[in-house]
């Protein structure tokens, strides 16, 4: 199985040479906030106003924005979610499926998930109508190379990263049944190639590898590391998936290995399998999909989890989405003793409306409890039993008064059993997309914050600037951070200066680079980032 992943790889390569090549509309992550998130494109023209853009996680995609207002370069929108990003980090507008992550032991998972923006190997799988399957070669990638820099007047406080990432989709490859997927990324430290040495896996993340085939137009089957939308708790699974459909069906199962959860190799130990059932609807206004899906996960042969998953979005009623989603587990193994039990282990839903069209509202809700691998993490158990769920609010309001201007607060509560006091935040924003006489855009920001430790304020402000034809692009921004740690009376003051410059320097190609400095007490912290793009 080990040698799986050489084979993809040899076959996700070859099909670079192809010619026909679609295009990507993939960005980055050029400023954020808590209200605000901004997204450099080499070109947005082709984006408009409500498209969602997603960021990849690990072995998935996430909804992070909502365009709110947008330029020939850039874009910008506010938080879908808590999910956490940084500068820098891909954007995509159109990405091949659009998954929720896999959580891990004791974290956070933010299930929000837009079903109406899925790819077009997936459309193409559930579409009825047409008897006969369209074999269009379409072909798209990504190769970059960015340097992560960070050093200070204090000696020990300084590191160099580097990161290479590639990314192919070749559908129909000489438009064939055959496609494939690929995603790698080789990250390591300047000073510590030792740990490389020892194991490749320390650097090298696999998070796509996988070649379909097509035998009918509703029905594929993948085989190498993918992560199935209809799964979409799971994540990325290394081995055979098959999926058919009838009508507004799909019918699908699966079986292979989970990632080792240390190091992301492959671990034939871990098998998983399990099948699901999904329906979609489809209307003028938009789509309404449902899932359920049952898996059993095992480490040695024994069952570290079995669980089932249920998963509700609708966008049928004009102006509103909504998303729903819940997870059983089915087995428990207390004293040595396993039995099976019915337990919610989370829940969440998310509701967006828009009132009128420059007014819109979001709120979500979830409570969770940690997922438990009993085999895996036998040692975590009992704590892990102990902790109490964790439950969250949030709501968000958007105003645009004006074509230009958008106003913005959001509030979020959250709280479980054994905290302090719960933690809350307050953030408002009011952004203008383009000032007259300068054609450039600017943001205020604020951000009060309380949690079971510290109280803190953010103030913020930023400038954007597109020069030289749209050919080079430039923002500058400052923030104030100010926290009061609760359990002492010391306290946190920064000053945050941020220099951010985009080349252009042909359709498919940029080099991009950003200068962060911060200044505390008589310490200062320097961030250096500079990335290198070439589309296909």
């Known amino acids: 199985m080990k040698y799986l992943f050489l084979t993809i790889l040899l076959m996700a390569g070859a099909s670079i040479g192809y010619s026909q090549v679609e295009s990507e509309y993939q960005g980055k992550i050029s400023y954020l906030s808590a209200q605000s998130i901004y997204v450099r494109f080499d070109d947005s023209n082709n984006l408009h106003v409500g498209d969602t853009l997603y960021v990849k996680r690990t072995d998935s995609f996430k ?112 438009d064939s049944r055959f496609s494939t997927d690929t995603y790698l990324a080789f990250t390591h430290k300047t000073d510590d190639w030792t740990s490389v040495q020892e194991n490749i896996f320390s650097a090298l993340k696999i998070y796509s590898l996988a070649v379909k085939y097509q035998p009918g137009k509703q029905s594929s089957i993948w085989l190498g590391r993918r992560v199935n939308r209809n799964l979409s708790n799971i994540g990325a699974i290394d081995g055979l998936q098959y999926e058919t459909g009838l009508n507004d069906f799909r019918f699908g199962a699966v079986v292979g290995f989970r990632p080792d959860y240390q190091d992301y190799s492959l671990n034939t130990k871990l098998l998983e399998f399990g099948a699901y059932v999904a329906h979609d609807l489809k209307s003028d206004n938009g789509l309404m999909s449902n899932s359920l899906a049952f898996f059993e996960q095992q480490n040695k042969g024994n069952t570290d989890r079995r669980f089932m998953y249920f998963q509700h979005s609708n966008s049928l009623l004009k102006n509103l989405f909504l998303f729903v989603s819940s997870e059983l587990d089915l087995y428990t193994l207390e004293n040595g003793i396993s039995t099976n039990t019915l337990s919610l282990t989370s829940l969440y839903f998310s509701l967006r409306y828009r009132i009128i069209c420059p007014l819109s509202v979001y709120v979500s809700y979830d409570a969770r409890k940690n997922v438990i691998y009993y085999e895996t993490f036998k040692n975590l158990v009992d704590r892990l039993l102990e902790e109490a769920t964790r439950q969250g609010l949030s709501f968000r309001v958007n105003y645009r008064p004006i074509n230009l201007l958008s106003i913005g607060l959001n509030t979020s509560y959250r709280v479980r059993d054994n905290d302090i006091r719960a933690t809350k935040t307050l953030n408002g924003f009011v952004s203008m997309s383009r000032i007259p006489g300068l054609d450039a855009s600017a943001t205020l920001s604020a951000n009060l914050l309380q949690t079971s430790y510290l109280d803190g304020q953010i103030f913020g402000a930023r400038f954007y600037k597109d020069l030289l034809n749209d050919k080079l692009y430039t923002s500058l921004g400052y923030r104030y951070v100010n926290y009061q740690y609760f359990d002492s009376s010391s306290e946190l003051k920064q000053h945050i200066g941020e220099l951010d410059l985009t080349w252009r320097i042909a359709r498919k190609f940029s080099l991009s680079a950003n200068y962060e400095m911060t200044i505390q007490d008589a310490s200062k912290y320097n961030n250096i980032y500079l990335n290198l793009t070439k589309r296909f």
């Open 63 to 174: 909804p992070i924005i909502v365009i709110e207002s947008r330029s020939s370069l850039s874009c910008m929108g506010t938080p879908l979610s808590s999910l956490e990003v940084s500068m820098g980090e891909d954007v995509y507008a159109n990405p091949p499926v659009v998954e929720a992550e896999q959580p891990a032991v004791g974290g956070e998972v933010d299930m929000v998930k837009d079903s109406t923006k899925i790819g077009s190997t997936i459309q193409e799988q559930s579409e009825t109508g047409e008897e006969e399957m369209k074999l269009e070669e379409r072909i798209r990638g990504r190769i970059s190379a960015s340097s992560y820099s960070r050093f200070s007047n204090e000696t020990d406080n300084s590191s160099h990263r580097l990161r290479y990432n590639f990314s192919l989709q070749a559908n129909n490859i000489g």
